[in-house]
């Protein structure tokens, strides 16, 4: 009986510690987007919208951050600026 409950305890916080290990996972892929910028082969959409935040117009922006629009980002051999 008490090997049972150590077993069920076991299990009970191996999943709590994979849930919380995984919330910090996506956390931390989140933060790296956010640092790294928009790049090729990302996918434009509402969850990334805030990534395109001054690289698109406030008009054309609003459509990704609710949903309607979705781009796959591509490489482009232009250098912006030069």
Do not use: W
Request: charged fraction near 20%.
């Amino acid at each position: 009986m008490h090997s049972a409950r150590s077993l069920v305890l076991s299990v009970i916080i191996c999943v709590v510690i994979c849930a919380v290990a995984r919330a910090t996972d996506d956390e931390m892929a989140k933060k790296r987007a956010a640092e790294v910028g928009l790049q090729p082969g990302m996918m434009l959409d509402q969850s990334t919208a805030v990534l395109a935040k001054g690289l698109l117009p406030p008009e054309i922006l609003k459509h990704y951050e609710s949903g309607e629009f979705a781009n796959r980002i591509d490489q482009t051999l232009y250098r912006f600026g030069q």
